[in-house]
């Protein structure tokens, strides 16, 4: 699901790219010559089933055409090229996210809800958790995705770019635990096999070959992770544990501020 190198969000033109997340007059195909085929919400749509079941690394101007039964320099005519693609995709991903209602929670349960949206739209386009996105595209679904999730900082004495920081740090925790379920159905997708018969097959080995007097914390510490797991670890425990954390160190900001 990773990213092909060098592919991130913003790598196309920003005028013509802007012009494309807003719908300014003229992008998405000129109204002259032959009555257009399709659409650039038709495009956009096409691009994201390929990605989503198959990966950036399947997703060319060419396979998107395929799919809409139009020529690839057809498809052209909507979107200029891939990395404008990429970010009409990410916007339209973030503007169709699920919102929870924050008003009236407190702030750990108000972190928590973005939290856990973000974790459902990784788990729905892995893709995204691949794709840097260090220059956000700036549409409208980047821009409705920005204000609701600061609204879980809001109101807290935070100053703004605290909030914009705290923010930026809970998302960096979500992503870095939803490529661990990824990466960890991925690979039992490919080998055709489960964690469990995975390690498995391995323990037999393993336990000729591992010298537990020489690793003793390894030894006592992998057989209560694996014991409790039923694998090396568990992606879900791995979140929940992570994000109490997350909350407790926020506390300390929120809470306990300096002078």
């Not at 592919?7 to 719908?23: C, H, I, M, N």
């Not at 349960?109 to 973000?118: M, P, T």
Request: aromatic residues 6%.
């Amino acid at each position: 699901m990773a990213a092909r190198s060098g592919e991130r969000s913003s790598a196309g033109d920003p005028v013509r790219t802007l012009e494309l997340l807003w719908r300014e007059p003229g992008s998405g195909g000129s109204g002259r010559g032959p009555k257009q085929r399709t659409t650039i919400e038709a495009v956009i749509a096409a691009a994201l089933e390929i990605a989503d079941t198959e990966g950036l690394a399947a997703l060319t101007m060419r396979s998107v055409a395929a799919k809409l039964g139009i020529t690839p320099m057809a498809t052209y005519t909507y979107v200029p090229g891939k990395a404008e693609l990429l970010d009409l995709m990410l916007d339209t991903v973030y503007q169709r996210m699920n919102r929870h209602d924050l008003a009236g929670m407190a702030w750990r349960e108000r972190v928590s809800a973005i939290a856990a949206e973000n974790r459902e739209m990784l788990s729905a386009h892995p893709w995204v958790a691949y794709l840097p996105t260090t220059r956000p595209p700036l549409g409208p679904g980047v821009a409705a995705k920005y204000d609701h999730e600061l609204r879980a900082f809001d109101g807290l004495g935070l100053s703004d770019l605290d909030m914009d920081a705290a923010l930026t740090y809970v998302l960096g925790f979500v992503t870095s635990t939803a490529q661990l379920a990824i990466d960890s159905a991925a690979a039992a997708a490919e080998s055709g096999r489960s964690d469990h018969d995975w390690w498995e097959r391995a323990a037999p080995l393993l336990a000729r070959v591992f010298d537990a007097d020489r690793y003793p914390l390894a030894a006592r510490v992998g057989e209560a992770a694996g014991q409790a797991h039923d694998s090396a670890y568990s992606a879900d425990h791995a979140y929940e544990f992570g994000l109490a954390r997350v909350l407790d160190g926020l506390a300390a900001l929120i809470e306990n501020p300096g002078p």
